[in-house]
């Protein structure tokens, strides 16, 4: 057990910084460089927690009842929720966090985001996925069904703008938001549903429960879409300043 509970602190401590930290550049002035030294705050904690939520699977899938010997669950289920779910999210975490840095990093060479590691990250969030929809079967959780679609998604979209030949120069900033704000979305996701295990157990697999951090996150990701297509937009003045 101990070195499963020496993982959970760690987990616990960087997730829960990491989530205060998340609306400082979110809230914050866009560029500014308060939103580039947090934000890089925020995906570093981040990767440190979902590499403890990751180590924290391993060991579950290991020894599901010593792990976890408050719930009331089938070994079996502990260890798909709490063992295969946990290491899909914590690499989907780290995959968006990693995403969301390299593309910035790379918004003067675009071909850089196609490394051997980035896609290789891409392709192994699909398996998990895969495999958690899998274990969803295995155990009739419908709950372990739906989440393979945000992986898969993701993966999908992170490689279609990776292999995009000359995506629009904007592009980056995009897909910068969305991986994120979606990184916060995987961590405020676990720690809701994973945290009501010990607060509200009966919602632990709700739903609704799972549901809360993506609607919020979505409308925060497409709120900053509109702005960042709106600046991009020529003025009318500008505009009708041309024509004449």
Known sequence: MWPFKFFLIIHVVAGATG???????????????NHRFWGKIFCWLMMVTASMAFSMGVCTLRDPVATHPHLLMEP??????????????????????WHGLEVVRNKRDHRRNRSFFSVTLQIIVVILALNCG??????????????????????????????????????????????LVGTGISVYTAFTAFGAVHLLPKAALSPITWSIPLVMGVAIILYHWIRIRASKRPSKLSSSSVIA
């Not at 930290?21 to 460089?33: N, Q, R, S």
């Not at 798909?80 to 995959?95: K, N, R």
């Open 19 to 33: 989530l205060v930290m998340f609306w400082v550049p979110v809230i914050g002035k866009k560029g500014a460089m």
């Open 76 to 97: 079996v289920m502990t260890q798909a929720v709490f063992g295969w779910m946990m290491i899909y999210l914590a690499l989907l975490t780290v995959s968006l966090a």
């Open 134 to 179: 899998w274990q969803g079967i295995v155990i009739g959780q419908p709950l372990l069904l739906g989440m393979p679609i945000i992986g898969v998604a993701s993966a999908a979209t992170n490689l279609w703008f990776s292999f995009t030949d000359q995506p629009p120069a904007y592009a980056y900033l995009m897909e910068h938001v969305k991986a």
